[in-house]
């Protein structure tokens, strides 16, 4: 059954997000639905990924912006302002300049989300996050941040480039980031052109580059490559921060709260590094996806999102973790990245999920990362344990979908988790099979009269191969 807010959820969440309307920080996608000011909504179908993955030939980007504080009229608090888009957008119809204007209007405060207390700094140390709004007819928006010390001398505020786009590829908008600073720094002037070239480029296929002309004042003219990872379904994230925070065996605990859509908080000092590790966490749930509140970075005035009764994955800064300690909450895993603790936990972690399966996944990590592995090689041997999990457990699913004649399937739930032969990891797929991280997996495999060509599929066609070559050998010593 397709999941409903209950009326506390109605209330608490409808009443914190109101002043959004249509854009809301979320990870699923869905279609409209009606009143949307109470509720927020669930998806109705699932992704292969948490982020969407685009084969190429897309543009990049649909908005740069620049973000930057202004002292409002009253008091001496600042709020943030867009004081440049790029490209200016003319000849909108009244609906999609509605859409457009709720859209921007959103975006300041995901880029200042740590209040509008600020003070003009001689130093400040650039970080570089991210965050995801999404609509109610699904459609996902990207904001890629960098914010800085502008250029200049003495005191000043800082500012945020925020790049919008539909494209999930952290890695290559963060390059992208580094050329719109650099240029920043002679004028803004100089972004024009770059940018320009850059939309009117179309996205690369997975392991393609597109290379891009660009001139700058004093320096010439440059070509700026960038490449797509050929492995996209894990070109959203960089598990670098989530290793250098936490244990393999905390990160596991992590997974087995998120597999039972549970409420997790992460706090840390840095966007940089809430942004990175709570990417990095929903991003081992791959196949499925997280289908509840999402938000990297919590803005100040949307805190009592940690009071919702629902599953929620948030990061909070570490400046309001006296605030969320005394919040009212009910079962939640509190995660302090600054010092690789959990704060609060539900208790059980270590045993949701199959003893043998957590010593696979245990083993596969401490196998060690070599200093001289590139970014992907990185996030290959840190995902591929967690994908091997839900193939050992769930990769059978296609075989427990009957068809029609119509071709519309119908999954056979209790055949399905009766056909593991380990107890342990029956009881675990009993649970696992009534969340909505599977459910909307499912829903999507029912319409599909053949299973999605991915990395997924690719895996448990390998595992089945492997058990095949073992059964002879098993015959032969016997």
């Not at 992704?47 to 969407?52: D, K, N, R, S, T």
Request: charged fraction near 25%.
């Amino acid at each position: 059954m397709p999941y409903r807010p209950k009326k506390m959820e109605r209330q608490v969440v409808g009443g914190i997000l109101r002043h959004f309307r249509n854009w809301l920080p979320r990870h699923g996608a869905g279609p409209p639905q009606d009143n949307l000011g109470e509720v927020v909504k669930e998806p109705e179908r699932a992704q292969e990924h948490c982020l969407p993955n685009f084969a190429g030939g897309q543009h990049f980007f649909e908005y740069l912006l620049v973000v930057s504080l202004k002292k409002k009229t009253s008091g001496d608090d600042y709020e943030p302002t867009i004081t440049y888009q790029f490209p200016k957008r003319e000849n909108l119809l009244r609906g999609q300049q509605e859409e457009e204007e709720r859209l921007l209007g959103a975006i300041p405060l995901f880029c200042f989300p740590d209040g509008n207390e600020w003070a003009p700094l001689t130093e400040y140390p650039r970080e570089t996050f991210s965050f995801v709004l999404t609509n109610v007819d699904g459609s996902r928006k990207i904001g890629y941040c960098r914010r800085l010390l502008p250029a200049g001398r003495g005191p000043r505020l800082p500012r945020v480039y925020c790049i919008i786009s539909c494209i999930g590829c952290f890695g290559l908008f963060s390059k992208i980031l580094d050329e719109v600073e650099k240029r920043h720094q002679i004028s803004m002037a100089a972004i024009y052109p770059f940018m320009q070239g850059l939309r009117e480029a179309a996205f690369p296929a997975p392991g393609k580059t597109v290379t891009l002309k660009s001139f700058i004042p004093d320096s010439g003219t440059e070509f700026i490559s960038l490449t797509r990872p050929l492995d996209s379904h894990l070109e959203h994230v960089d598990f670098s921060s989530l290793l250098r925070c936490l244990s393999f065996e905390q990160i596991l605990q992590i997974f087995a709260s998120a597999v039972l859509e549970r409420k997790i908080i992460f706090l840390a000092e840095g966007l940089s590094t809430l942004s990175q590790c709570i990417h990095a966490a929903a991003a081992l749930l791959y196949p499925f996806s997280w289908a509840h509140t999402y938000i990297p970075v919590v803005p100040e005035s949307l805190l009592a999102t940690v009071c919702c009764p629902t599953p929620f994955m948030v990061g909070v800064q570490m400046r309001f973790r006296q605030e969320v300690m005394e919040s009212p909450m009910e079962e939640v895993l509190l995660v302090n990245l600054c010092e690789g603790t959990f704060l609060m936990s539900v208790g059980d972690e270590k045993d949701i999920l199959p003893p043998k399966l957590q010593e696979d996944i245990l083993e596969s990590l401490g196998q060690g990362i070599k200093g001289s592995q590139t970014s992907e090689q990185i996030n290959e041997h840190v995902s591929g344990p967690f994908v091997q999990f839900f193939v050992k457990t769930v990769g059978h699913y296609a075989s427990y979908i009957k068809r029609e004649a119509n071709g519309q399937g119908h999954f056979q739930e209790r055949a399905f988790y009766k056909a593991l032969t380990s107890k342990a990891n029956r009881r675990f797929v009993k649970k696992f099979v009534k969340t909505q991280l599977f459910s909307l997996f499912i829903q999507e495999a029912e319409k599909s009269k053949n299973p999605p060509a991915g990395y997924f599929q690719q895996k448990i066609l390998e595992y089945e191969e492997r058990k095949k070559q073992k059964k002879p050998k098993e015959k032969t010593l016997k």
